[in-house]
């Protein structure tokens, strides 16, 4: 079905869905993964946002039920160049079309991605548009400038859990103040996980490592989660702009110093928020399984897996109380800071991988010591 994708400067694309009629809008972004486009996909990061892959074939393994990183699809739209119908994977149990339809995303395919994605490159994430139903070109690019954008809004609302739940099992499961969180260790650390748009690849490690993760919604307050006397607690990621989120900062302000904190990607800019700093937005971010970052207390590189389109401004912050940790060596932005005095620190990155390479596990074991220190 002829689809076109118009961009808010007045470029055309002529693709086709694979997924029937629709309509989508949003900023339109690229992630650089050659594999994992299931877990991009239910990643709730992708909130408002539609998604090009730089990879040419998707398709070919299908969906399964167990690389869920969320319970849905979040980006609003999925283009690729090429979809393959016929998915030939012994763990394949949905073709990606079908797993599309059912969530209700539009699939594009059959246009150069390669050329949306240099363009993109060159002028920056911008807002889109792609139709089944308006094949008007000029006025397509007025419903894209249209659209709101993602600067200021906030975009955790719409995907924060309205209630808490525990990890167990392998799953979410409702329940408050770790009733029904578990995990196999004799003496587990309790951690309070902030919902942001969670990744469900984050509880898994943290059980993994013997802790019990507690599930809150973005807006709980600080009092109910000391409350709940948990040994650390985590941020996770989340869609839109941490400037835009409300409800959030004052209570990691409140919580810094009385528990270890760690924070992933939002996580990590809503505490550079709550330190003081600000946010900016980078030309057109990082996402992708292969971005070099080095950590500047081992001197070590790691390849890492991202998705992000905002950071932290180190200028913003005081060198007396914030330490860069981590840096990008593509373009040198912050990836990584920790408290002077506070046991806090947080990643701009995915060391949750899923998709993307392994090598950053071991800052879920530093969260682990931290707690243990602290403990
Ligand atoms: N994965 C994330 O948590 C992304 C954080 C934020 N929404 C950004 O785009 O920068």
Redesign the pocket.
């Known amino acids: 079905m002829k689809t076109l994708i118009a961009l808010e400067d007045g470029t055309i694309y002529e693709g086709r869905s694979f997924t029937g009629a629709g309509e989508a809008v949003g900023e339109i972004v690229f992630n650089t993964s050659m594999s994992g486009y299931q877990e991009v996909l239910t ?1 709730p ?1 992708y909130t408002g946002q539609l998604v090009t892959m730089t990879y040419p074939l998707i398709g070919n393994y299908g969906v399964n039920p167990e690389d869920m990183e969320s319970a849905r699809i979040h980006p609003m739209a999925f283009l690729v160049k090429e979809y393959n119908p016929i998915p030939s994977n012994f763990r394949s149990t949905q073709t990606l079309a079908d797993f599309l339809i059912d969530h209700g995303v539009i699939g594009v395919h059959g246009f150069d991605t390669r050329a949306l994605v240099r363009h993109i490159r060159t002028v920056g994430a911008m807002k889109c548009i792609v139709s089944t139903e308006d094949l008007d070109p000029a006025s397509l690019v007025e419903r894209a400038k249209s659209w709101s954008g993602l600067v200021g809004q906030d ?1 955790v609302k719409r995907v924060t859990c309205t209630e808490p739940y525990g990890w167990a099992d392998n799953k979410p499961v409702p329940g408050t103040n770790f009733a029904t969180a578990r995990c196999d260790a004799d003496t587990p650390l309790k951690v309070v996980a902030f919902d ?2 969670l990744k469900y690849n984050q509880p898994r490690l943290l059980v993994e490592r013997g802790c019990q993760v507690q599930v809150v919604p973005a807006t709980t307050d600080a009092a109910t989660v000391l409350a709940m006397n948990p040994d650390g607690i985590f941020l ?7 400037a835009g989120v409300e409800g959030v900062v004052e209570t990691i302000r409140t919580l810094l110093g009385k528990k270890p904190i760690f924070g ?4 990590h ?1 809503m505490l550079g928020l709550a330190y003081g700093g600000s946010t900016y937005k ?1 030309k057109f ?1 990082h996402r992708g399984g292969n971005q070099p970052v080095k950590d500047l207390t081992t001197g070590h590189v790691e390849i890492t897996s991202q ?5 932290v401004d180190m200028n913003s912050l005081s060198a007396d109380e914030v330490e860069l940790t981590h840096i990008n060596l593509n373009d040198n932005s912050c990836e990584g800071m920790r408290h002077k005095k506070f046991p806090a620190f947080s990643v701009q990155y ?1 060391p949750e991988h899923a998709p993307g390479p392994h090598d950053a596990l071991y800052l879920f074991d530093r969260f682990i010591e931290m707690m243990r220190a602290h403990s």
């Open positions: 990643d990061s975009m942001f748009g996770s990621n989340g869609p839109g702009d941490p992933i990607c939002l996580g800019q980078l971010g998705n992000h389109g905002f950071c995915h």
